[in-house]
C-alpha cells in the first residue's frame, strides 16, 4: 500500500455485523412506513373489518359475542396480510428492480439480507396486533390472558408460513402477477377464513385447507374463550410452515 | 507479490444450449484498469457476473482477490465494489439514505457528502431513486461501489446513459481510483472510453477474446493508415497507387489520399513520387489507425 493515502485508498472491511443487520432493518421499516399502499393494506381493512363486523350486525356470525369472534380474527388477518400479501407485493417489485440481487452482493451478505427482512416482518406483525387489539379493547373486547403463549405460538408458526409463501410465489411469478395472486389470496381468505363470516364447516379438514381460518380459531379459542389450542390447528400450522419455508428455501431466486 | 485482482481462466457461461463465454481467460493486475469492450451480446457482462459471485462458470475457473466468489462469497463481498448496469435500488429511497446505507455496512466508509459533491449528486441526497434520471441513477450506483473503499471495483457500463459532462466526471473519478491504487475491471461498449482510461483492453466477440493488449498496442501494430496530400490538381495518382501496396485517390482536386499500411519506405516513395511530378506540395497530414479501426476489423462491423 503506498504511503501517500489518497481519497479512494483501500481500507475495505465489514462494519460490525449487529450494525449492519440495525441498519437495514430500520431501512426496510422506513421504507414500509413510506409505502401508503402497504399501511393501508396491513391497517386500515384489518381495522375496518373489526369495527364494521364486531360493532354492527353487517354480517351473520354463528355467535352473539360479535367483538369476541371478530377481534381475534381481524389479528390473524393482519398477520396474513402483513406476513403473506404485503410481503410477497415487496420481494417481487425487489426482485424485478435488482435490489435483492445488489443487496445480496453488498457487505450485508445474503443470510444477512433475509434475516434482516424476517425481523422486520415480525416487528411489523408484533406492532400490528398490539395496535388492533387495543383497539379491540378501546371497543369492549375483554380478552383472556391465560393461554397467551399458546396465541403467541400459533401466530409465530402462521407467521413463518406465509412468509415463506410470500418468498415463494414471489420468486415464482413476474412482480406484477405477484401482486395480482396475493391480493387475490387475501381477499378470498378474507371472505371465507372465518373472520367477519363463519368460515365453512369443514371440520378438521378446513383446519389443514385454510390457514387463516385455523389461525383465528385458534386465536379465539385462547384469547376469547381461554382454552387451549385444538391439536389440529397446531398440526395444520407446523405442516403449512415447514413445506412453505421447505419450498421457498428451494425456488427462492435473488434476481 | 500479491495474487492478481481477478484472474480468470477459460470460463465457459452457458445460459440452456446458448454458449454465452466460450472459454475466455484474462487477467487484471492490482491497481490497474482493464477495460472489457465488446458490443451487446458479446458476453462481457455474463463474464462479470461470474466475477461478481452471481453465478458459477459452467467450465473454468475465477479467482477474484486469491478467494472464489461463490464459495468465498460473504467473505469477498466487503473487499469489491459492485455497480451493476441497472437498478439495485429501492424505488423509493432517497439517494442519501441509500447511500449512508451502503456506508454503513462498510468498517470504514468514505464521507457519503464528499462523495455525493465528487458525483454532482449533493442536491439530489432527499430525491427519490425513482425520480433520478438515468444518468444520476449510474453516478449514485457508482457511489454504493465505491462507498466501502474497496480494493476491486467491477463497473458495468459505467457511464451508459450519462451525459457528457457527467461522462467526464466519472472517468476522472476512475482516474483517481486507479491513482489511489484500487484495481478497476469495467465493461464498454464505447471505444473512446477504453482508450481513455484502460490500461490493458480486451476485445472480446461472441463470448470470446478477439483481442487484447494495451491501447497503444492494439493500434500501433498498424501505423499510419492513411496520408492526405495536398498539391497540383489533376495528377495521376493511379500511377501512384500501382507501385504501392495501398490505394491512391484525388478526393476533390489536389486533395489526394493514400490509403493502406503505410510504413516510412511507402511514406518516401509517396512524397517521392510527388516530386518527380514536380508538384508543388502544400500540406501533409497523417492519420493513425484508432482503436474504433482495429474494432470494427474485428468485430464483423456491427458496432454503433
Known sequence: MSANAGTFTPAPGRAPMRVVLRRQIRMELVLTARRGEAVVLAMGVPLLVLLGAGLTRATNLPTDDRLGYVVPGVLALTVMSTAFTGQAITTGYERGYGVLKRLGASPLTRPGLLFAKTVAIGCLVGLQMIALAAVGVIAGWRPELSQLPSALGVTVLATAAYSGLALLIASVLRPETTTAAATLIYVLMLAAGGIMFAAPDLGVAGHFLLPLAAHAEALRATLTDGASVPGSIWLSLTCWAAVALTAAARRFRWE | ?304
Open chain 2, 1 to 304: 507479490m500479491r495474487e492478481a485482482a481477478v484472474e480468470v481462466q477459460d470460463v465457459v457461461v452457458r445460459y440452456g444450449g446458448v454458449v454465452a463465454v466460450g472459454g475466455v481467460s484474462l487477467t487484471v493486475d492490482r491497481g490497474s484498469i482493464l477495460a472489457l469492450l465488446g458490443n451487446n451480446g458479446a458476453g462481457k457482462t455474463s463474464l462479470l457476473q461470474v466475477c461478481e459471485g452471481f453465478r458459477a462458470p459452467d467450465a473454468g475457473s475465477a479467482r477474484v482477490l486469491g478467494l472464489d466468489p461463490v464459495a468465498d462469497h460473504d467473505e469477498l463481498m466487503p473487499r469489491l465494489g459492485i455497480m451493476l448496469q441497472s437498478g439495485g435500488v429501492y424505488p423509493w429511497a432517497t439517494a442519501g439514505e441509500i447511500l449512508r446505507l451502503f456506508a454503513s455496512f462498510a468498517a470504514n466508509p468514505l464521507d457519503a457528502d464528499m462523495l455525493l459533491d465528487r458525483l454532482g449528486l449533493r442536491k439530489f441526497a432527499k430525491t427519490t431513486f425513482r425520480r433520478l434520471s438515468g444518468g444520476e441513477q449510474q453516478r449514485l450506483s457508482l457511489a454504493l461501489a465505491l462507498v466501502g473503499r474497496p480494493e476491486l471495483v467491477f463497473l458495468d457500463e459505467p457511464t451508459a446513459g450519462m451525459d457528457v459532462g457527467a461522462r467526464q466526471t466519472t472517468w476522472e473519478l476512475v482516474e483517481s481510483l486507479r491513482a489511489d491504487g484500487v484495481s478497476v475491471l469495467l465493461t464498454t461498449h464505447l471505444l473512446d472510453e477504453a482508450e481513455r482510461l484502460a490500461d490493458h483492453v480486451v476485445i472480446m466477440d461472441g463470448g470470446a477474446v478477439a483481442a487484447t493488449g494495451t491501447p497503444a498496442e492494439l493500434t500501433a501494430a498498424a501505423g499510419i493508415d492513411l496520408l492526405r496530400v495536398r498539391a497540383d490538381a489533376g495528377l495521376a495518382v493511379g500511377e501512384l497507387a500501382a507501385r504501392l501496396p495501398a490505394k491512391a485517390i484525388e478526393r476533390s482536386p489536389g486533395e489526394y489520399e493514400i490509403a493502406g499500411a503505410l510504413d516510412t519506405h511507402a511514406i518516401a516513395a509517396v512524397l517521392g513520387w510527388f516530386a518527380a511530378e514536380g508538384a508543388q506540395v502544400t500540406a501533409v497530414d497523417t492519420r493513425r489507425r484508432t482503436l474504433e479501426d482495429v474494432y470494427l476489423a474485428l468485430t464483423a462491423g456491427a458496432a454503433r
